[in-house]
């Protein structure tokens, strides 16, 4: 009996050893075809170059639509279609922020009102600064210290945490709620320190949202300025000006961009993507049109390599990720009601810098699987697979039961650039870009093969 179970523990593991043999010759195949022969550079050249940034009910964003449609279609999917949603449509028109000087003259800031912000009506609103370093010291006010004034909210990007997206979280809610808390105790409107990891002037726009009907203005500065007011509100009364056209103008029809591949075995679905649409400033190169090439990438690997895929391998390039979402929730709708099996989901929306993990938003079982992997990935560089969190387009999915996922690549320069004109395709690495593109056809391999 001791002689038949030595045996089979030796099958066992011999079978285990040659298929990891194997997982690491395809692992191989694939990062040699994607860093050799991988159109994601171009392709993102030609989108940031072309087409420029983005933002969902643009012209521009239109334009993107039928360029993502021909390159899935280039890409050698079997079936690329577009998926009508309503997006809402905001502009920012022209604006700016001055200071009163010493003199009496006006001089500009460099600022950029925040997303979905209501603006001025082209007119000028000015009044007297207050600051605060924290939502509890705002909090401590009383509405006739608040009373017409502009309300500086000077909370500084955290430098403590490794993970910047964990000071990017910890920031993120003076951007969102600035102005509604602003509006309750009578301001006029709101300033925000950027959400920037960086020290230097370049501020930072991003999506802001109104709590209440009452919409006034916010905006946000950079570092450098932020400072400056910080220090001149040491010693004297500050009068700022700020004119903008921004505001909503009501919604239009869209469309998110999806291509496929047909599963050999069944319909099954595994979903890799990003979002196509941008902020309107820079080029939106990193965010996400790293994310939009990686995907099509992944497709374009599949076919360039004849690997016969099991499950139907769906590229979704959503569309209005950045200010409404509604991309991720038609699909999760429509995938729904048209009764799909998603298998898993992956999104790509953290930057095109160089991988090192992804993260995992499944049942324990799941995640301990794909983390029995992981010694697949380390040649590659990628070893975390600790962190819980999934792209935000995948929530509608998620909340369905679908596996999700993002890719996690090096984030100490993302919050430099993010949601700013420094956001462009000069700030794209090829290999890094490339290697990313390869750790998703990586695991979607896997995930295709053993699920």
Known sequence: MKKILGTSLLLLSMAVFGQAKEDSIQFAKISTEILNNG??????????????HRLSGSESYEKAVKWAEQKLHDAGADKVWLQEVMVPVW???????????????????????LGNSEGTGGKDVSGEIIMVKSMEEYEKLSPEQVKDKIVFFNYPFSQSYIETFRGYSDAAKYRTTAASLTA????????????????????HTGAMRYQDDKKIPAVAVGNTT??????????QKIIVKLNSNCGMKGEKLSHSVIGEITGKKDKSVIVVGGHLDSWDVGEGAHDDGTGIVQSIEVLRTFKNLGIKNNHTIRVVCFANEENGVKGGVQYGKTAKENNEKHLFAIETDAGGFTPRGISLEMDNEKRKQIQSWANLFLPYGVYDFKNTYSGTDLYPLHDMGVPTAELVPDSQRYFDIHHTEEDTFEKVNRRELLLGASTLTQIIYLIDKNW
């Open 226 to 235: 932020a400072d400056e007011l910080a220090e001149l509100l040491k010693s």
């Open 91 to 113: 502009v920012r028109g022209k604006e700016s922020l001055q200071i009163k000087t010493a003199n009496g003259k006006w001089k500009n800031l460099k600022m950029l009102s």
């Open 184 to 203: 309750k105790k009578g301001g006029k409107f709101a300033i925000i320190r950027s959400l920037s990891s960086a020290f230097d002037d370049v501020p």
């Open 39 to 52: 159109k994601g550079y171009t392709e993102l050249r030609d989108l940031t170059k072309n087409i420029g």
